[in-house]
């Protein structure tokens, strides 16, 4: 096994330390601060002086002597005296799923859960996290200074039980926003920006110990899993996208998706049946098929129904279509469709268009999806998509 880099150490500590100093000292705000100059130091020394025994334990130590400075320089202003000697906080075990949850405090936005999450227990820099969501510096920095404001004053406790099953779908929902916008961004030049699918794969599994019996955490798992197994076949080597139906499936990577499954077939037979579960149940089943023509369309159509059932949605609603007409054919496809369309959550979205398309292809009718597939194609605002469906478009002159 190769050892971890120091990216990796560092990152994997980051969240400890600062869960340590937070509970500590109760301020997350100046604490933050404090522990991103201990990484800095960290970054800038280990390289030189070598990984020290006990990375954590130094980090921490850092952390807390910046935190006690910044904190006498604070009391010095004011009081001009010096403060007691200060205890190095130890790691808890529930601090960094103390710190996931006050990051995705329900007063924030989920931009700013987001942009905290990634700073805060992912490790990355505000350039970092810039680069990734293809946001200016100076945009992440104010909505990191603002949810740091907005949450001053929280307490670094654990929610009640009572809180905790709401409080965690925000987490869940923060996780499967950042690993959705890193497998399929919503714009730019790239169809994935791996760095934040890879992040928010480490933050779930890192969830997933800490919390091995929540079933719906175990599905996010899982879905990712089997989602990002195919990310190898999804482009070509300039860039274009394949579409599922044409990937090569020997380039999936079949360690993610025996893994996948084997935590998808736990959690189901394990724990109550929740929405993360049905969806990865049904990636599980695209994963599981040898060739696209072996797909086993009449259960992921069955499995929608039921996702649709426990979690209704536009984007559900838009996949049962697909289902739909894989099973019963493009016309049957394309009724429900009309009827889907009519959501406005749907309205003037590309994917409506672009299944359309897709369906009146397949019907024979090769003037109208040619239409469909520009349309989509317009509106679009990722350029691989863009070029795929003015691919498909030129295909039928």
Same mark, same amino acid.
């Given at each position: 096994?190769? #050892? &971890?880099?120091? !990216?990796?150490? %560092? ?6 330390? *600062? ?12 604490? !933050? /601060? ?12 280990? &390289? ?6 006990? &990375? ?7 952390? #807390? ?15 001009r005296e010096a403060l007691p000697p200060d205890p190095i906080p130890s790691v808890r075990g529930d601090d960094e799923l103390t710190l996931l949850l006050l990051c995705c405090h329900p007063a924030l936005p989920p931009v700013s859960q987001v942009a905290l999450t990634l700073r805060a227990v992912g490790g990355l820099t505000t350039a970092e996290i810039a680069r990734a969501l293809l946001v200016p510096e100076s945009t992440v920095g104010q909505r990191i200074s603002r949810a740091k404001k907005k949450i001053r004053g929280t307490g670094f406790v654990m929610p009640s039980p009572s809180e905790l099953p709401d409080r965690l779908i925000a987490v869940r929902q923060v996780l499967y926003l950042i690993f959705n916008e890193g497998y399929t961004a919503s714009s730019g030049s790239s169809l994935h920006r791996v !760095?934040?699918?890879? !992040?928010?794969? $480490? ?14 955490? =175990?599905? %996010? ?14 482009? $070509? ?5 394949? &579409? ?13 998706? /025996? ?13 109550? %049946? ?8 049904? =990636? ?8 696209? @023509? ?16 426990? @979690? ?11 289902? +739909? #007409? ?7 496809? +394309?009724?429900?469709?009309?009827? =889907?369309?009519?959501?406005?959550? %749907? ?12 369906? *009146? ?5 090769? @003037?109208?999806? $040619? ?7 317009? +509106?679009? *605002? ?16």
């Amino acid at each position: 096994m190769t #050892s &971890p880099s120091l !990216e990796d150490v %560092l990152r994997t500590a980051a969240p400890q330390v *600062l869960g340590a100093v937070v509970r500590r000292y109760g301020d997350f705000d100046t604490s !933050e /601060d404090a522990v991103q100059e201990a990484l800095l130091a960290a970054a800038q020394q280990w &390289p030189v002086e070598g990984v020290p025994d006990n &990375p954590r334990a130094w980090l921490i130590r850092v952390a #807390s002597r910046r935190r006690i400075e910044l904190l006498r320089n604070e009391e010095a202003r004011r009081r001009r005296e010096a403060l007691p000697p200060d205890p190095i906080p130890s790691v808890r075990g529930d601090d960094e799923l103390t710190l996931l949850l006050l990051c995705c405090h329900p007063a924030l936005p989920p931009v700013s859960q987001v942009a905290l999450t990634l700073r805060a227990v992912g490790g990355l820099t505000t350039a970092e996290i810039a680069r990734a969501l293809l946001v200016p510096e100076s945009t992440v920095g104010q909505r990191i200074s603002r949810a740091k404001k907005k949450i001053r004053g929280t307490g670094f406790v654990m929610p009640s039980p009572s809180e905790l099953p709401d409080r965690l779908i925000a987490v869940r929902q923060v996780l499967y926003l950042i690993f959705n916008e890193g497998y399929t961004a919503s714009s730019g030049s790239s169809l994935h920006r791996v !760095e934040l699918s890879t !992040e928010a794969i $480490r933050l779930t599994r890192q969830l997933h110990g800490l919390l091995p019996g929540d079933g719906e955490v =175990a599905g %996010l798992l899982a879905l990712m899993l089997l989602t990002d197994a195919r990310r190898p076949a999804r482009t $070509r080597a300039d860039g274009a996208l394949v &579409p599922l139906a044409a990937q090569d499936r020997s380039l999936w990577n079949r360690a993610a998706v /025996d893994e996948g499954v084997e935590i998808i077939t736990a959690a189901l037979r394990d724990t109550a %049946l929740g929405p993360f579960q049905l969806q990865a149940a049904i =990636a599980a089943v695209h994963d599981e098929a040898a060739h696209a @023509a072996d797909t086993d369309w009449a259960q992921i159509l069955e499995l929608y129904r039921l996702l649709n059932a426990v @979690a209704p949605g536009p984007m559900v609603t838009l996949n049962r279509v697909v289902a +739909l #007409s894989e099973v019963d054919g493009p016309w049957v496809g +394309l009724r429900a469709l009309e009827q =889907a369309a009519g959501d406005p959550a %749907l309205a003037n979205h590309h994917r409506v268009a672009a299944v359309r398309a897709h369906l *009146l292809e397949r019907a024979g009718d090769l @003037a109208a999806a $040619r239409d469909e597939y520009l349309r989509a194609a317009r +509106l679009t *605002l990722s350029l691989p998509e863009r070029r795929y469906l003015e691919s498909r478009a030129a295909r039928l002159r």
